[in-house]
């Protein structure tokens, strides 16, 4: 199985902050990566397909890069909106997540 | 507009059964790849099962042998059929539709909670 380590797990950010995550997969997945936002009791967000193409509707605020084993999401300028949880998904074989990042409230 | 709405969560005691369903609207279900992904409370997410447009089916190694899924075109349902729970199957259950150019997720349901507990 392909493991999706991110990094950091909590990141303490203010508005106005660029903020950037990390995932790595354990194994290469080309560009077939995903990522999503979660508020809580809420379902993911999809913000980010294959590694840089921004969903729908998505702010273009955020942004994604990368491929084969390293991906970065990156938020130009927080917002309030966007303390939530951040998730990386790779769907290049059969599709795992990682373990999650939290972005709070500095 | 897609809509997907789950239902048949609750508390079961270990051992027990549930089906989940959900029932989706704005597409048809049978035309798509769909699957089911859970959560466990302050945890991440994780694949349980898909079901390709086909009738394909894939579990996540967790569930193999347990849980079943499935869909009723008539009523455009997918189910999850989970048998002999066990604690470790306590999370929130989200119905989610696969994207047709790749495994992930730009539609999902609110989510069912399914608590395993006696």
């Known amino acids: 199985d392909i493991q999706m380590t991110q990094s950091p797990s909590t990141l303490s950010a203010s508005v106005g902050d660029r903020v950037t995550i990390t995932c790595r997969a354990s194994?290469?997945?080309?560009?077939?990566l995903a990522w999503y936002q979660q508020k809580v009791g809420k379902a993911p967000k999809l913000l980010i397909y294959?590694?840089?193409s921004l969903e729908s509707g998505v702010p273009s605020r955020f942004s994604g890069s990368g491929s084969g084993t390293e991906f970065t999401l990156t938020i130009s300028s927080l917002q309030p909106d966007d303390f939530a949880t951040y998730y990386c998904?790779?769907?290049?074989?059969?599709?795992?997540f990682g373990q999650g990042t939290k972005v709070e409230i500095k | 507009e897609v809509q997907l709405v789950e239902s048949g969560g609750g508390l079961i005691q270990p051992g027990g059964s549930l089906r989940l369903s959900c029932a989706a609207s704005?597409?048809?279900?049978?035309?798509?790849?769909m699957s089911w992904v859970r959560q466990a409370s302050g945890k991440g997410l994780e694949w349980v099962s898909v079901?390709?447009?086909?009738?394909?089916?894939y579990y996540a190694d967790s569930v193999k042998g347990r849980f079943t899924i499935s869909r009723d075109n008539s009523k455009n349902t997918l189910y999850l059929q989970m048998n002999s729970l066990r604690a470790g199957d306590t999370a929130v259950y989200y119905c989610?539709?696969?994207?047709?150019?790749?495994?992930?997720?730009?539609?999902w349901g609110q989510g069912t909670l399914v608590t395993v507990s006696s």
């Open positions: 194994q290469s997945i080309g560009s077939w």
């Open positions: 989610a539709r696969i994207d047709s150019s790749g495994w992930f997720l730009p539609y």
């Open positions: 704005g597409f048809t279900v049978s035309s798509n790849y």
């Open positions: 294959k590694a840089s």
């Open positions: 998904q790779q769907y290049n074989s059969y599709s795992t």
């Open positions: 079901i390709y447009s086909g009738g394909n089916t």
